[in-house]
């Protein structure tokens, strides 16, 4: 798996919630008009779009995206997405790196909610993005201020051509209407609806990294702050995804060698009303949930004992001090 690159422009949602076009969640590329010169799938690859000069196939030059063929007729292409989860949309990313003499001039995105199966020829398509210019080579962010959840994306460009990477940020909905209030649910599982709040720095990677699935595969698959040259501490701050009881936290360090944070802290509070932006200067004085707790290096650390009973919370704050890096973090608890 290739570093991410941060793109200092970027949004942001595209560091604070899930890509609900992630095939490692569950994502698929279902169904696309043409993609005779690259491969549909090819567009949701959670890797960076690569550029590989002198490498071909049978149809011709090999693009690391979808690429349809020049359309000599009228109309213009389209794929169908079926996102990881049924979600909030944010915002997306549509991705013409390395394209350049072969991008669309244009593109927009429509979604759709379909409960069981895939689209039909009856399915309404709601527009979410309109017809947006596109240039070659670049990043094209889009925020969404639709509230309404979606399954499917369909992605239109106007007339052909091709796009690296389709990127959807948003909140996954998840129904917990009828699940058991014993059994411990992963509350900071980005999946399950958690989303990150902010944090003070994500120069090596973004903290939304840490509510992702499984363990981190490099050390490009986690959340790195920049070398603290001044007093204090990093920290990052957490929406769960229901209010619940913390009863056990896992803070997983794999492939941080050399700079692994030294110790970490929790502080966690019921929160009503208000907005994400005034969390940040509230959860400075949040009771403690775990106190400083020492860490090693590529190690999966559990804590169960050492944490306080402050009873149903919904927010967290992750500190680590002074600065570094860690994959992931898990929050088990039970719902309130």
């Known amino acids: 798996m290739a570093l991410p690159t941060l793109d200092p422009n970027a949004p ?21 008009s043409d993609d005779f010169f690259a491969p549909k799938d090819r567009m949701l690859n959670p890797e960076p779009a690569v550029f590989i000069p002198g490498k071909y196939d049978e149809h011709g030059k090999w693009m690391d995206g979808w690429e349809t063929r020049r359309k000599r007729t009228t109309g213009y292409d389209w794929c169908i997405v079926k996102l990881a989860r049924p979600g909030v949309i944010k915002g997306l990313d549509i991705d013409t790196s390395h ?13 759709a909610y379909v409960a069981d199966g895939a689209p039909t020829a009856a399915t309404q398509w ?6 947006t210019s596109l240039n070659g080579n670049s990043h094209h ?20 051509g091709g796009i690296a990477r389709l990127r959807v940020y948003g909140q996954p ?10 059994e411990l649910f992963d509350l900071a599982a980005m999946e ?24 981190g595969v490099n050390m490009g698959d986690g959340w790195e ?75 999966q650390h559990y804590f169960e004992s050492e944490l306080a009973a402050l009873g149903p919370v919904t927010h967290v704050r ?19």
């Open 225 to 299: 702050t920049r070398r603290r040259r001044e007093p204090g501490n990093d920290w990052a701050i957490i929406a769960l995804a229901q209010p619940g009881i913390i009863k056990k936290i896992e803070v997983d360090t794999a492939h941080f060698k050399g700079n692994y944070p030294d110790r970490c802290s929790f502080q966690a509070a019921r929160v009503v009303g208000g907005t994400d932006s005034s969390l940040v200067t509230q959860a400075m004085f949040w009771p403690v949930l775990v106190g400083e707790q020492k860490l090693q290096m590529d190690k």
């Open 126 to 131: 709601t527009e979410i993005v309109p017809s």
């Open 173 to 182: 909905q998840v129904d917990w209407a009828g699940a058991s209030r014993t």
């Open 192 to 215: 399950n609806g958690a989303y990150l709040v902010g944090a003070n720095n994500q120069h090596f990677g973004t903290a939304s990294t840490l509510l992702m699935p499984g363990r």
């Open 141 to 160: 962010y889009a925020e969404v201020s639709s509230d309404r959840p979606y399954t499917h994306l369909r992605v239109n460009i106007y007339p052909d």
């Open 12 to 32: 942001d949602f595209t560091r604070r919630f899930v890509n609900l076009a992630d095939p490692r969640l569950g994502a698929q590329a279902l169904e696309a």
């Open 99 to 111: 394209f350049t003499g072969n991008y669309p001039p244009a593109a927009s995105v429509e979604g």
């Open 318 to 336: 992750f500190n680590i001090f002074p600065d570094g890096g860690v994959s992931r973090v898990r929050l088990w608890g039970t719902l309130a």
